[in-house]
């Protein structure tokens, strides 16, 4: 009995060694790490040169925080999370801490991360509490059964498992509030005299709210891929609608075989279309290029009236930054240490 | 001014006339409608030829509802929502009436359904008073400018839109509560004296309760496609857990280009694996077969450990039924009138 225990051990270390031996086991030296802070009707006229200068320094400090990760041989799912949550303790983009004012005052935020050497994800929607929601996500991928949780149940399970919690005064901030203030105010004088100013606006400010997202996609060091997405949601958002950020295939998608991507803009075109999925499956099973891949499923979008963007990073640290609204705030860094960051 | 709205009117004739005339327009004969009422640990001895009869002749009426529809020359959205429809009005299956109680004893269902035609899909998850949430699923998506709605929200909405109510007390069948009943009382005797027949009573429970889910899918005269999933959701579902089934590309998917697909199994595995986007992305950007597609998508699925199966019809109205299960409640109708219903 013995003996066949011993017989069954060498076994064991012999299939393990197999698979180790098919893990990508020294660290290379191309990694990338692209990341987005939403995209929609962003113009030079919009953006004073001060507020644009803050944009452009909280991309790069984000880029740095997953650079710094990818640089000493992390891993890409703990580089994209820390780039989101960079992002999400940053007043400027509507996720986390910049969340919009919702009609109610409060906030219903989407998270959703996946890691593209097991496919295995999390996501959460609906909550109201947690100051990164991308922990949360996180945390419902490493540490539950399950993969996407909602609303209360979510927090609940985040918190027990040591998510950061967070008031909802944490959520309030001097920007958002005067951008809700304005809005609100701009409504009001403009239903008062011009219906033609009041669509032209309404849709503007609508598109502003919507495409408020936050990602980051990365190739580490080791050949793996991931992706991380996270949102603060609709301002006036109803019914407990869920966009597509949270949904792995239509927001946020991972895969090994063939790219990371996550989304931003209106979620209903991008569940439709599963656009994070179609992106990685024209490569997958088309044999299409990202860049190829990646034009394709815009221009299927585009056509069904979907405005928005992703980002995208291949097997090979190849990347796209693709866009079909008046900007993205994106930015990029890979090993040769040179970050870019660009809005229009 | 009044020649140029005339000649604008003349043009948006025009162009409708284009676009009617792209539509398949005459009736062809060919016709599919597929129907799963779940898949997992169903044997003969676990049925008795009496309960086997009941889900036989249930399945048979199910299909009998889409057929009717389809044989007229109805819409395959229309005939995948009919058919459902019954199965969430029958005690046997784990979706509408006959959903599982929870350990609170209400349920939070979740529905989803999709157009393969122009791929505008609606979803509802956490809802616990719809009679059909396949209903609200579609009003989602046929009056809603969103696709994906949560719990009260999500009922707030549907209700508004006309969607019959029901009470918690309309979910509760003699059925269901003996079979929980069963469940709780065999959970403490084996837990006061087996441990080892309690793991697998455990399992046994668990899966089938997991793979509760009710599905159809279609092929219409007019060479559309339609998808459409419903559940009861888990027994002891935790945390306000979103499973497969509501997710347009994991539990549910339809293209006319390329097929509809209709899930049942371990929800987790199936978001990872997007199950239903990748039958169909396989067969739309690699141009593979629908057995083929099936046949490597539940190959991937199963080497994860992911159990359940799903259903799909394609463009030429080709069918699959595959689970790696013990049985899964199924059935299929065409144009030739031929009904077939099948167990394990």
Same mark, same amino acid.
């Given at each position: 009995m013995n003996f066949l225990k011993f017989i069954l051990v060498l076994f064991v270390i012999y299939i393990d060694s197999i698979s180790f031996a098919q893990e990508p086991q020294e660290l290379k030296d191309k990694y990338v790490l692209v990341i987005h802070g939403g995209a929609g009707t962003i113009s030079k006229s919009t953006l004073t040169p001060e507020l644009e200068k803050e944009y452009k320094d909280a991309l790069k400090e984000a880029l740095k925080c997953g650079q710094n990760i990818l640089d000493t041989g992390g891993l890409a799912i703990t580089a994209v999370e820390a780039a989101v949550k960079y992002m999400e303790d940053s007043?400027? +983009?509507?996720?986390? !801490?910049?969340s919009v004012f919702n009609h109610e005052g409060y906030n219903e935020m989407d998270a959703c991360i996946m890691n593209g050497k097991d496919l295995t994800c999390g996501a959460v929607a609906g909550?109201?509490? @947690?100051?990164?929601p991308i922990e949360g996500a996180r945390l419902v991928k490493? =540490?539950? !059964? #399950?993969v996407f949780l909602y609303g209360d149940g979510a927090q609940e399970f985040c918190l027990s498992k040591g998510a950061a919690y967070a008031d909802? =005064? #944490? +959520?309030?901030?001097d920007f958002r509030w005067k951008q809700y203030q304005k809005a609100l105010e701009k409504d009001t004088i403009i239903l008062d005299h011009d219906t033609t100013s009041l669509n032209y606006n309404y849709k503007a400010l609508e598109e502003l709210e919507k495409f408020g997202t936050v990602g980051a996609v990365a190739l580490d060091r080791y050949g793996n891929l991931a992706a991380a997405t996270s949102t603060g949601g @609709?301002?006036? !958002?109803? +019914?407990n609608r869920i966009g597509d950020s949270p949904i792995v295939g239509a927001g946020t998608y991972a895969s090994n075989r063939s790219c990371a991507v996550s989304c931003t803009g209106k979620g209903e075109f991008f569940i439709r279309e599963t656009v994070a999925r179609d992106i990685a499956a024209r490569m997958e099973?088309?044999?299409?290029?990202l860049t190829e891949s990646g034009e394709k499923t815009m221009a299927r979008l585009e056509k069904k009236g979907g405005s928005g963007g992703f980002i995208s990073v291949d097997k090979r640290g190849n990347y796209i930054m693709m866009f079909n609204t008046k900007g993205m705030y994106r930015g990029v860094v890979t090993n040769d240490k040179k970050t870019s960051v660009k809005i229009y």
């Open positions: 007043p400027l +983009f509507n996720a986390g !801490k910049g909550v109201t509490n @947690l100051k990164n490493d =540490s539950s !059964k #399950y909802s =005064s #944490y +959520f309030f901030t @609709l301002t006036n !958002k109803e +019914f099973f088309g044999n299409q290029d």
